[in-house]
């Protein structure tokens, strides 16, 4: 049996196995067009800024799981990107620095910010039709959960309109109906 691992990048996400051959999502779906979690941007996904006068810094870890398979989030989403790239202004308010699944939500206001805001920047689709390329229909599910510090799972229906809080767990789960 071949294992898969999906690791994640600014414009997609890989698929690998584990003789180092790689195929992007969009040579297995033949689409060239960059998928977004919302029909429009949300405006807070154009919104540049430096490490400088921040009002908020907070930390929060995705997972992603697509039917067993986790997905990496690559370092450096949301920085240095065709959007945010100039010196001061070179990072979306949600990115990545490392591929552990840490996001850094940086404001410099304190309104809400929601984890389509992360997806959009990603330049990927997510709501509660669906991740990435993967549809929810008659023989999968998309479930999403927040682990509280107990270990606690919290089930949550909001999906891309959910507000990111510091210290936040989340886990999206793309999966086969029980």
């Given at each position: 049996m071949t294992a898969l691992l999906a690791v994640a990048y600014q414009g997609g996400y890989i698929l690998s196995n584990d003789d180092s051959t790689s195929t992007?999502?969009?040579?297995?779906?033949?689409?060239?067009?960059?998928?977004?979690?919302?029909?429009?941007?949300?405006?807070?996904?154009?919104?540049?800024?430096?490490?400088?006068?921040?009002?908020?810094?907070?930390?929060?870890?995705?997972?992603?799981?697509?039917?067993?398979?986790?997905?990496?989030?690559?370092?450096?989403?949301?920085?240095?990107?065709?959007?945010?790239?100039?010196?001061?202004?070179?990072?979306?308010?949600?990115?990545?620095?490392?591929?552990?699944?840490?996001?850094?939500?940086?404001?410099?206001?304190?309104?809400?910010?929601?984890?389509?805001?992360?997806f959009d920047i990603w330049g990927q689709h997510f709501d509660e039709t669906g991740i990435f390329d993967y549809r929810v229909n008659s023989t999968h599910e998309l479930v999403m959960y927040n682990r509280d510090a107990n270990g606690t799972l919290e089930e949550i229906d909001s999906f891309d309109n959910y507000i990111l809080q510091n210290n936040q767990d989340i886990i999206i789960s793309y999966r086969e109906r029980a």
């Open positions: 992007s999502v969009n040579e297995i779906t033949n689409e060239t067009e960059q998928r977004n979690s919302l029909d429009e941007i949300h405006p807070l996904a154009s919104t540049c800024l430096s490490h400088g006068e921040l009002t908020r810094h907070d930390h929060m870890y995705l997972t992603i799981q697509i039917e067993e398979q986790f997905v990496t989030i690559s370092e450096n989403v949301g920085v240095n990107s065709d959007v945010c790239n100039e010196s001061g202004a070179n990072m979306h308010v949600v990115h990545t620095h490392s591929s552990d699944g840490k996001l850094h939500l940086e404001m410099q206001t304190e309104e809400d910010v929601e984890l389509g805001v992360f």
